[in-house]
């Protein structure tokens, strides 16, 4: 099949209505399958050093209830209305130029998410070939990387055919997923009985409770507002928010959350695991189960990676200079590059530092939301100018100062500022009222705040076309874009 024509999900462009051919089940099809992949596994093992199975239960579903809740309030509404991506939709609160602030976020954090994929796949056909005896197990890292190699290749063989391809690469994965994970949570309770699972100790608590309680909650907040780059990107291809909001809800939150237990209970029943599954699904299945494990652990990689490589190439699309000298075809390699470049020369040490990474994700997309839900609902009232958001001239009424909205930058400084003053997201090192708040909820209210008050004066020098009437042409504009 040829690369996709410009329009139609493969260009960073609105979709109009017609062009929005995704139901219901294709987004929830295409998210679960997205959201199962490894890093659940990998987040619930993490948990699993604070809290034990009860306790990391509720505090994950807790967590993730509340990350997905600013999530689809941000881009939910205004992405399926508009047919917009994450990264066009920002222009709105960052400006005509000032959004190619969060387009590096978006591609930053979805190369760090792709490669965290493909070095877990590289891992498991590592894992498999050694299980068979098909190369010794100290054959070196020449394995895992030529299994990552073919992935990515694997990965821009599907992506390079845009949308309809991404859709359909997702109908049986995550269902198989689900299914392994089924049979891992059997095999877990088989191996140490629901007693000896709910009796198992997380391996490095802190001494403080409230800690260990509230660090569970906020690895799931995290994980769902790093939902962000990956969202707009997908519920733009459905037709209105009403039938996008549950396959969002259902095909996101639920799945991360199901997956994350297994990783949690993983996790502490085999404490050197650290919910990788890598380590764990041959140690509680056994040489056969571990390969077929394994094996759908590839699968589900190559899944997720294709939506995060579409979202990334999608937002680069958005780059005018991008969209007029390259094709669909070369933007997909242009954004698997970044991911090849972590996963050849910094496999280990990104691996190891995920919780940082995934810390690092809620400090700089929770104030986002913030400000995005403030802009969006309160300040726009609903209502933006698909032309100006996608023109050009200092008339446009996004273009703010030289293109850059000086309260949006503001509000996410201070968004970020709150957060690292409850938690260092490179140590987790904990301060003030930390163990009651979380970081990421205070960082997305701080925002949300300080970008509601910031507009103020941008509104009372006529910037931002804020006012009634130009509301009234915003919905025109979307009008004549039916």
Same mark, same amino acid.
């Given at each position: 099949?040829?690369?996709?024509?410009?329009?139609?999900?493969?260009?960073?462009?609105?979709?109009?209505?017609?062009?929005?051919?995704?139901?219901?089940?294709?987004?929830?099809?295409?998210?679960?399958?997205?959201?199962?992949?490894?890093?659940?596994?990998?987040?619930?093992?993490?948990?699993?050093?604070?809290?034990?199975?009860?306790?990391?239960?509720?505090?994950?579903?807790?967590?993730?209830?509340?990350?997905?809740?600013?999530?689809?309030?941000?881009?939910?509404?205004?992405?399926?209305?508009?047919?917009?991506?994450?990264?066009?939709?920002?222009?709105?609160?960052?400006?005509?130029?000032?959004?190619?602030?969060?387009?590096?976020?978006?591609?930053?954090?979805?190369?760090?998410?792709?490669? +965290?994929? !493909?070095? *877990?796949?590289?891992?498991?056909?590592?894992? $498999?070939?050694?299980? %068979? @005896?098909? =190369?010794?197990?100290? /054959?070196?890292?020449?394995?895992?990387?030529?299994?990552?190699?073919?992935?990515?290749?694997?990965?821009?063989?599907?992506?390079?055919?845009?949308?309809?391809?991404?859709?359909?690469?997702?109908?049986?994965?995550?269902?198989?997923?689900?299914?392994?994970?089924?049979v891992v949570m059997a095999l877990l309770v088989q191996k140490v009985g629901v007693s000896g699972l709910l009796d198992a100790k997380p391996s490095a608590p802190s001494p403080d409770k409230a800690f260990n309680v509230m660090t569970g909650v906020e690895l799931l907040i995290a994980s769902a507002v790093g939902w962000w780059p990956y969202v707009g990107g997908m519920v733009r291809l459905?037709?209105?928010?009403?039938?996008?909001?549950?396959?969002?809800? +259902?095909? !996101?939150? *639920?799945?991360?959350?199901?997956?994350?237990? $297994?990783?949690?209970? %993983? @996790?502490? =029943?085999?404490?050197? /695991?650290?919910?990788?599954?890598?380590?764990?699904?041959?140690?509680?299945?056994?040489?056969?189960?571990?390969?077929?494990?394994?094996?759908?652990?590839?699968?589900?990689?190559?899944?997720?990676?294709?939506?995060?490589?579409?979202?990334?190439?999608?937002?680069?699309?958005?780059?005018?200079?991008?969209?007029?000298?390259?094709?669909?075809?070369?933007?997909?390699?242009?954004?698997?590059?970044?991911?090849?470049?972590?996963?050849?020369?910094?496999?280990?040490?990104?691996?190891?530092?995920?919780?940082?990474?995934?810390?690092?994700?809620?400090?700089?997309?929770?104030?986002?939301?913030?400000?995005?839900?403030?802009?969006?609902?309160?300040?726009?009232?609903?209502? +933006?100018? !698909?032309?100006?958001?996608?023109?050009?001239?200092?008339?446009?009424?996004?273009?703010?100062?030289?293109?850059?909205?000086?309260?949006?930058?503001?509000?996410?400084?201070?968004?970020?500022?709150?957060?690292?003053?409850?938690?260092?997201?490179?140590?987790?090192?904990?301060?003030?009222?930390?163990?009651?708040?979380?970081?990421?909820?205070?960082?997305?209210?701080?925002?949300?705040?300080?970008?509601?008050?910031?507009?103020?004066?941008?509104?009372?020098?006529?910037?931002?076309?804020?006012?009634?009437?130009?509301?009234?042409?915003?919905?025109?504009?979307?009008?004549?874009?039916?």
């Amino acid at each position: 099949m040829s690369a996709p024509k410009a329009g139609g999900g493969s260009d960073g462009v609105p979709l109009l209505l017609s062009e929005r051919r995704w139901t219901g089940l294709d987004l929830l099809a295409s998210s679960a399958s997205t959201s199962v992949a490894t890093w659940c596994f990998i987040i619930g093992g993490t948990v699993s050093y604070y809290l034990g199975a009860v306790a990391g239960s509720f505090a994950m579903m807790a967590g993730v209830l509340i990350g997905m809740l600013f999530i689809i309030l941000a881009l939910v509404p205004a992405s399926t209305k508009y047919g917009l991506d994450s990264t066009s939709a920002s222009k709105a609160f960052l400006g005509t130029r000032g959004w190619g602030f969060s387009a590096v976020l978006l591609f930053v954090s979805l190369a760090g998410w792709n490669a +965290l994929l !493909l070095i *877990v796949l590289g891992r498991a056909a590592d894992a $498999i070939l050694v299980a %068979a @005896g098909v =190369v010794p197990k100290d /054959s070196g890292a020449w394995v895992a990387t030529l299994a990552m190699l073919l992935g990515a290749l694997v990965v821009w063989s599907i992506a390079r055919k845009g949308p309809d391809a991404v859709r359909d690469s997702q109908k049986w994965i995550a269902a198989g997923v689900l299914l392994l994970s089924g049979v891992v949570m059997a095999l877990l309770v088989q191996k140490v009985g629901v007693s000896g699972l709910l009796d198992a100790k997380p391996s490095a608590p802190s001494p403080d409770k409230a800690f260990n309680v509230m660090t569970g909650v906020e690895l799931l907040i995290a994980s769902a507002v790093g939902w962000w780059p990956y969202v707009g990107g997908m519920v733009r291809l459905v037709p209105s928010a009403r039938r996008a909001l549950w396959p969002s809800i +259902l095909g !996101l939150g *639920v799945p991360v959350a199901m997956v994350s237990l $297994i990783g949690l209970y %993983a @996790g502490l =029943v085999v404490p050197a /695991s650290g919910g990788d599954p890598t380590v764990f699904l041959t140690e509680v299945g056994g040489l056969l189960f571990g390969v077929i494990g394994l094996s759908f652990i590839i699968l589900a990689n190559i899944g997720s990676t294709v939506v995060g490589v579409y979202a990334m190439t999608v937002s680069l699309r958005n780059v005018p200079a991008v969209a007029r000298r390259t094709s669909w075809n070369t933007t997909t390699i242009l954004s698997l590059l970044p991911v090849v470049f972590v996963m050849v020369f910094l496999a280990d040490e990104f691996f190891e530092n995920f919780p940082s990474f995934l810390a690092m994700c809620a400090l700089i997309f929770g104030p986002i939301c913030g400000v995005q839900i403030v802009d969006y609902f309160i300040l726009r009232r609903q209502q +933006l100018d !698909l032309t100006d958001l996608y023109g050009a001239g200092s008339d446009n009424k996004y273009n703010f100062w030289a293109g850059f909205n000086p309260a949006g930058f503001v509000a996410i400084a201070a968004g970020v500022a709150a957060y690292l003053a409850l938690l260092n997201p490179l140590t987790y090192e904990s301060h003030a009222f930390y163990s009651y708040t979380s970081a990421t909820v205070p960082s997305v209210l701080v925002a949300g705040a300080v970008y509601w008050l910031a507009s103020q004066a941008v509104i009372a020098r006529g910037k931002g076309g804020y006012s009634r009437a130009a509301r009234t042409r915003a919905r025109s504009s979307a009008s004549s874009m039916g």
